[in-house]
Every structure is written in C-alpha cells, then in structure tokens.
C-alpha cells in the first residue's frame, strides 16, 4: 500500500526558508494531488496546498506569497518551500494523498475530494 | 474562506455510549464533507468521505449524514479506541478548510 515520508532539518532560523520532502513509496505519484497540511502545537489542521503530479498547483491565499510546492515525479517526490519563516510557522507539517470519488448525473460529472493516505508528520521548530 | 465549526469543542463520554458532533459551514456546500479521527501524535485519519460514505477498513459504528450547511458524526457505540480528536474538513472549494476539532474524552 502506498505510504508517505516526510523529512527535512527540525530547526530552522527565523527569516530563513523552511524545505520539506515527501517521498511516496509503494505507489506511484502519478495520477493523483499530493497535499501539504500543517498543525501547530495544540492547535488544529492547516491546509498549506496541493500539487498535481503533472505540476499544477493550488495554494492557500494565506501562504502564497511564500509557498511554493514542486513535484518530481523520477524520485516519486513532492516538496514544500515556505519563506521568510517566523515563530508562527512552528508546526507538525504532514503530507497527504488527495483522493477522490466520482459520479456522473444528469449529464454532470461529481468530484468528492478526501485526504485518504498521510505521512507520519514532522515537526518543524522556527528559533534562533 | 469557508468557516467550519464543530460543536462541542469536547466532551465526556462512556464506553457503549452513542457519540454525536455537530459540524456547520459557514455557507452551503452539499456532501463536500469529510471527517477524520487525530489520536495524539498521530497523523489524522480520514473516517468519512462526501458527507456519509464510509472510509474503507473503517468500523462500521462510525456513521456521518448532513448536508448543506449541518452535518453530523455518530459513534454509535464508542469503544476505548475511539478516545481522540475529530475534525470537519469541506473540499467544496479552496482554500480547503477544517473545523476547530471535538476532542473525545473518557467519563
């Protein structure tokens, strides 16, 4: 079954660029989103964006002036670069499958989108 | 952006006990509701896709409904396992957006 690996340095200076990497294993990255979400401590979830493996991306609008995710479908990996890091980027940062489910109606095709397979997390402390 | 909010924000229950919570949009958005379970330190766990369609390899006392606006989890009889976090998420449109979580505590 397909499984998911973050990694990436657990300390970052402030003002610096956080990068992370995803590594699929047991499937390939093709034909699905991969997804970046992220959790403070003892806060909730955080959609950070989402890549197709062919190289489309969508990010949250609260990140995009520093995020950028890339995708390099030979390694079967994805990654995250976050800029300009201050305190309140200190998080577990987890990657994602996004999967979905479909029908057709009425001449109209139905896409449900889930997150269904996640990394283990790895945590990320900003400070100097 | 829109708003999720799950209610309560925690709650005290039994084993056996049936377990219901609440999540609400802050704007329609038919059956684009999934709902995973967080147990500490792990990573979330996706339960319940498009609002009531059951994750496969998922126990079948985990059940969701609603649509719209309001939707609902129900553990129908909770086991010690369950004990944990859940949360809300709608994929009805970007930026994808999670309730705040209703944690699930032993009585």
């Known amino acids: 079954q397909v499984q998911l690996q973050e990694s990436g340095p657990g300390l970052v200076k402030p003002s610096e660029t956080l990068s992370l990497t995803c590594t699929v294993s047991?499937?390939?990255?093709?034909?699905?989103?991969w997804t970046w979400i992220r959790q403070p401590p003892g806060k909730g979830l955080e959609w950070i964006g989402y890549?197709?493996?062919?190289?489309?991306?969508n990010y949250n609008p609260s990140l995009k002036s520093r995020v950028t995710i890339s995708v390099d479908t030979s390694k079967n990996q994805f990654s995250l670069k976050l800029s300009s890091v201050t305190a309140a980027d200190t998080a577990v940062y987890y990657c994602?499958?996004?999967?979905?489910?479909?029908?057709?109606?009425?001449?109209?095709?139905?896409?449900?989108?889930?997150?269904?397979?996640w990394g283990t997390g790895t945590t990320v402390t900003v400070s100097s | 952006d829109i708003q999720m909010t799950q209610s309560p924000s925690s709650l005290s229950a039994s084993v056996g006990d049936r377990v219901t919570i609440t999540c609400r949009a802050s704007?329609?958005?038919?059956?684009?509701l999934n709902w995973y379970q967080q147990k500490p330190g792990k990573a979330p766990n996706l339960l319940i896709y498009?609002?009531?369609s059951l994750q496969s390899g998922v126990p079948s006392r985990f059940s969701g409904s609603g649509s719209g606006t309001d939707f609902t989890l129900t553990i129908s009889s909770l086991q010690v396992e369950d004990f944990a976090t859940y949360y809300c998420?709608?994929?009805?449109?970007?930026?994808?957006?999670f309730g705040q979580g209703t944690k699930v505590e032993i009585k």
């Open positions: 994602a499958r996004r999967s979905w489910y479909s029908y057709d109606s009425r001449g109209y095709s139905y896409y449900y989108y889930y997150m269904d397979v």
């Open positions: 047991g499937g390939s990255i093709s034909s699905y989103y």
């Open positions: 890549i197709y493996y062919s190289g489309s991306t």
């Open positions: 704007q329609s958005i038919s059956s684009y």
């Open positions: 498009a609002a009531s």
């Open positions: 998420q709608q994929s009805y449109s970007t930026p994808v957006t």
